[in-house]
């Protein structure tokens, strides 16, 4: 699957590429009067139609041919490029192309034929694709046709895409349209999109599309329109796309400029922090380093979450832990240099230098909750991919249960899936404890699937009654399902609830 999807964007991204080098190569000749036969010129020819394609092709017999008229053989003086193409010509060679098999000649002919659009041929045009038969290509080249008349009449476009009765062109068709008449006529596009009836729904879709082709054609005049909108969930999405373009376009150093400008712009906090921390994000992606000494620098740097801090020092930590654990240390007093931000570097530091990491932990274990059950479990559950014994002797010596607890639970879960046998040993030799409960829970949902009256068993032995009854519905959920019969045998001696007993039976509906 994964395959067939990447030839299919290599093949469209071909094609637009033909399309591209066609539509540069081509000056519309506003001087030329359309005739239904472009006429023998004397230049060089850039295109000659292929006879090959008029095989299984009934319209492309039906007229000119038909009437002994000779098939012009090329489309405009050396002096304009392409030239302009008659109406009857573009529909004649585009419903060649859409028909035939011959897929180098078809992306050629049909990119020369697209690039060759004007305001005189494009409802020929549009006729080929009605009468083309329909196909995944077919729709591909459809998408690029509707680009191209975005950008020659882009309301005439978006009024066909909205009213056309196919509905597998409705969508695509429009987004095209929308995207390609934003980059070359914003204005254009916002009032259109203003002033039609549409639902909330297809607004939506054409707000993003607008954006997009908006910020594709003038960046920042993208940015000010998605900032006016109400704030909501689709300003904020449009927000994420537009960091992507910024980074694109003008690098790290303006979507930055960019994200403190509106940071300090007076927009609503929760806009402000999309952007900020969408761009740390990004950045830190490629230069942690960079992102860090930003958030340094910046006055802006209020909106950005303990979220981001822990992923700008969690991708430094891959490179160098011990430089990013130097970063978020000098940050200590930040109330945002929490154990959600710990977190993602304990784990990167751990898969290098388990026993580094924990001693970095351990210097912070005493500082007023710093170090949390999510710590513990996200360096734990690294370290017990190799150690399953040293991460327990680690853990073992943390004082507070609250954050032991987790960080038993992620290494039983790891222990228990390369080594059930072990892991259920060492489970039998603790003592009965709130903490072991933990331990016990991980390990029967680990081994449900693979033993589930046994995992059914252990789930009996966890003493708080919230998460026995939890572990219990998990691992009866997996027994029902491979042995309905032994279940029942089961049943009486659970103590569930009626509620607890539809979960088990029927999950989809008894989840809340």
Known sequence: MKIRILVAILWSLSLLGVYSLARRSSVPDDSAAETDTIGQRNHIVIYEPNPSLASGNARADRSDSAEGAEVPRDLGPADSGMGRISSRFMEQTLGRALDSKDPVARNLEIAQMIAGLDASNVQAALQAFQDAPRNRENEEYFRLFMHAWGQIDGKAALDFAFNSDDPRRYVGAADAAMSSWAATNPNAAVDYLETSEMDDRARRFMTDSLVRGWADGELHGAGAYVASLQPGDQRNNLAQMLVGQYLDQEGPAG?????????????????????????????????????????????????????????????????DPIAAAAWLDSHIGDERVNGDAMAGLARQWARQDPQGAAAWVGQHLDQGGLVNGQVVASLSREWADNDPQGAIDWVSRIPDPQVQGPGYASIMDRWARENAGAAGSWLNQQPVTPVRDYAVEAFANRIAWESPEVALLWAQEIQDEERRVRSTIRTAQALYRQDPELYQTYLPELGLSEDAQRQITNPRRGRR
């Open 255 to 319: 979507a930055m400029r960019w994200a403190e400008q509106t940071a300090m712009s007076g927009l609503d906090e929760a806009y402000s922090s999309v952007v900020m921390n969408r761009v740390a994000d990004r950045i830190a992606q490629t230069d942690p380093e960079t992102a860090a000494l930003w958030f340094d620098q910046s006055s802006a740097n209020t909106a950005i979450s303990s979220r981001t801090l822990g992923e700008i020092a969690s991708e430094w930590g891959e490179r």
